[in-house]
């Protein structure tokens, strides 16, 4: 049944793709427009992919497949899937902080509205940070890939723009958190991010073993504690780390706010 159900959505996605070739079969898209078109489809179908068997299980190969082209047209596009993945982190890092900024946003409102007199508020930031983390599953397993393996199979440019794109979005963050919590400082945002993320990354890969393991850590009672618990996990230890940080520094005048 799953053979028959994959080669259901195989021929599906080739349908679809064959919009962008002409009847003669695959041709090199020589404008700038088929170009992203046909990158934007490569990246889609590793997303995809990437979230159904996650990222370490998904070859070239199967991209490849999946879009409806040989690997060696894909190779045209990204010079490996290591490169593939490290643009779906960059645009994952972009996607994430827009709606983490937004949340946060929403907090540092009501803050005001309230003069500033609610409690727990770094709770508050806790939750928002492994809310919008455990909502984006391919985001949390490709943070743990990308320096792990991702950033060492592809060309030094193409890590300096990942970077500079982590840079940007730490910054935007950081620089969100200090708005809602002034008692911080920009180190402070930054390890916050720090922590945040490479903690996603980590248990991201504890929560999701796959279901071989999964029936092994039910089944035995001893193991249940490896059953991580994603969101509740990682918005325990950052709740603890902002009441750390925020302990250690002087409250400014004026703020009556944690």
């Known amino acids: 049944m799953a053979l028959v159900e994959h080669c259901s959505l195989n021929k599906t996605t ?3 793709y064959s919009e962008l070739v002409t009847a003669a079969g695959f041709q090199r898209a020589r404008s700038a427009s088929a170009k992203l078109q046909r990158e934007s489809a ?4 590793a997303r995809t992919l990437g979230g159904r068997r996650g990222i370490r299980q998904v070859t070239l190969t199967d991209i490849a497949e999946h879009v409806g082209m040989h690997k060696s047209a894909l190779l045209r596009y990204f010079e490996t899937r290591e490169q593939i993945f490290l643009r779906l982190t960059a645009d994952g890092w972009r996607e994430w902080s827009a709606a983490l ?3 946060l946003a929403a907090l540092v409102k009501r803050d005001r509205d309230t003069g500033g007199s ?3 508020i770094g709770a508050e930031v806790a939750r928002a940070f492994a809310r919008t983390l455990a909502a984006r599953g391919v985001f949390c397993d490709l943070l743990a890939q990308a320096p792990l393996n991702l950033e060492r199979h592809v060309s030094v440019e193409a890590v300096r723009a990942f970077k500079l ?3 940007a979005e730490v910054d935007a963050i950081a620089g969100a958190l200090r708005l809602l919590l002034p008692r911080l400082t ?3 945002g930054v390890d916050i991010v720090a922590a945040a993320t490479a903690l996603s990354g980590a248990f991201w890969q504890m929560a999701t ?3 071989e393991l999964t029936a092994v850590y039910q089944g035995d009672p001893r193991l249940a504690h490896a059953i991580v618990d994603f969101q509740t996990r990682v918005e325990r230890l950052l709740t603890v780390m902002i009441a750390g940080l925020l302990d250690g520094c002087p409250a400014p005048a004026g703020h009556n706010g944690e």
């Open 42 to 45: 490569i990246l889609d179908a």
């Open 14 to 16: 080739q349908l679809r």
């Open 101 to 103: 900024r937004d949340e």
């Open 118 to 120: 609610g409690g727990g």
């Open 209 to 211: 073993p796959g279901p």
């Open 165 to 167: 794109v982590t840079l």
């Open 186 to 188: 920009a180190r402070d």
